[in-house]
């Protein structure tokens, strides 16, 4: 018995001298670390990619700001597609979504730290045309003409701009008139390249977009929010991911005041009312 104890309390004193010799060979940082033993200083966020340009910056300022070089990895997609990847399992700390319905799946699958939910931002739907066009559009209504030949919108199975889109147009009255018209793009900036390049007569995005596609394109008309269900950006930490605290970390930065400039600055609407950690 006592040979065991003795052994117990050797490998107790070699962790501890292994730690101090951590810690002296500048390994505090380290210590930070998720227990798996990866870097808590490289967190990988999941993203709606029209999120690109505002948590580009953000993640510029997190890392401005950990003292450490700490630094996101981010994947930017459509939000359906990033929900997917996260249900099969890739390897992912944060996921931001421009639809409720993609994170309301993650959820109901137990995949999200609970209590890390909250709602980041808002968006509206427009509709934009290229700044060239020679087909005059200037209503959704106008989408139904002859002369509008091409309507680029996102996949409504995996983009949730195309899900708004979808319900805007059935809403209006317009989904039947249209349906033949209308391309399918991978995700919403796909869409505005389209438009952009002048492939399409017209296409619909979120106002940040048509923002980021500056004097090339022109925003003919916002649809009513009362067209659609409401653009709410909820973001969360996954249960799975490697680093938790970093995790919570960037999200707190996201929602603290400096991240909501940064999000207004590209066209987000702040939150109405109280948020959510459901």
């Given at each position: 018995?006592?040979?065991?104890?003795?052994?117990?309390?050797?490998?107790?004193?070699?962790?501890?001298?292994i730690?101090?010799?951590?810690?002296?060979?500048?390994?505090?940082?380290?210590l930070?670390?998720?227990?798996?033993?990866?870097?808590?200083?490289?967190?990988?966020?999941?993203?709606?990619?029209?999120?690109?340009?505002?948590?580009?910056?953000?993640?510029?300022?997190?890392?401005?700001?950990?003292?450490?070089?700490?630094k996101?990895?981010f994947?930017?997609?459509?939000?359906?597609?990033?929900?997917?990847?996260?249900e099969?399992g890739?390897?992912?700390?944060?996921?931001?979504?421009?639809g409720?319905?993609?994170?309301?799946a993650?959820?109901?699958?137990?995949?999200?730290?609970?209590?890390?939910?909250?709602?980041?931002?808002?968006?509206?739907?427009?509709?934009?045309?290229?700044?060239?066009?020679e087909?005059?559009?200037?209503?959704?209504?106008?989408?139904?003409?002859?002369?509008?030949?091409?309507?680029?919108?996102?996949?409504?199975k995996?983009?949730?701009?195309?899900?708004?889109?979808?319900?805007?147009?059935?809403?209006?009255?317009?989904?039947?008139?249209?349906g033949?018209?209308?391309?399918?793009?991978?995700?919403?900036?796909?869409?505005?390249?389209?438009?952009?390049?002048?492939?399409?007569?017209?296409?619909?995005?979120?106002?940040?977009?048509?923002?980021?596609?500056g004097?090339?394109?022109?925003?003919?008309?916002?649809?009513d929010?009362n067209?659609h269900?409401?653009?709410?950006?909820?973001?969360?930490?996954v249960?799975?991911?490697?680093?938790?605290r970093?995790?919570?970390?960037?999200?707190?930065?996201?929602?603290?005041v400096?991240?909501?400039?940064?999000?207004?600055?590209?066209?987000?609407?702040?939150?109405?009312g109280?948020?959510?950690?459901?």
């Amino acid at each position: 018995m006592s040979r065991i104890l003795s052994a117990n309390r050797i490998q107790k004193y070699l962790v501890i001298a292994i730690i101090l010799l951590f810690v002296g060979c500048g390994g505090k940082d380290q210590l930070a670390n998720d227990s798996n033993g990866k870097n808590a200083d490289s967190i990988t966020v999941s993203a709606a990619i029209s999120l690109k340009d505002a948590f580009t910056e953000i993640g510029e300022m997190y890392t401005a700001r950990s003292g450490n070089g700490a630094k996101i990895q981010f994947n930017f997609g459509a939000s359906g597609v990033l929900q997917q990847q996260i249900e099969n399992g890739a390897p992912v700390d944060v996921f931001a979504s421009a639809g409720e319905r993609q994170m309301d799946a993650l959820a109901a699958k137990g995949l999200l730290e609970p209590g890390s939910r909250y709602d980041l931002a808002r968006n509206s739907l427009v509709l934009i045309v290229p700044q060239n066009s020679e087909v005059a559009v200037s209503s959704f209504a106008d989408l139904a003409l002859p002369t509008v030949k091409k309507i680029a919108v996102g996949n409504p199975k995996t983009v949730p701009a195309g899900q708004y889109s979808n319900e805007a147009l059935t809403k209006m009255g317009l989904a039947e008139r249209v349906g033949g018209k209308l391309i399918l793009a991978e995700n919403v900036r796909q869409v505005l390249e389209y438009v952009v390049r002048g492939e399409v007569d017209a296409g619909i995005v979120y106002s940040t977009d048509a923002k980021q596609g500056g004097a090339k394109v022109n925003v003919a008309a916002t649809a009513d929010e009362n067209a659609h269900s409401p653009i709410l950006y909820p973001i969360a930490a996954v249960k799975e991911g490697a680093h938790q605290r970093a995790a919570q970390e960037f999200i707190a930065l996201v929602l603290s005041v400096d991240g909501q400039k940064v999000l207004a600055k590209y066209g987000f609407s702040p939150v109405k009312g109280s948020n959510s950690n459901q």
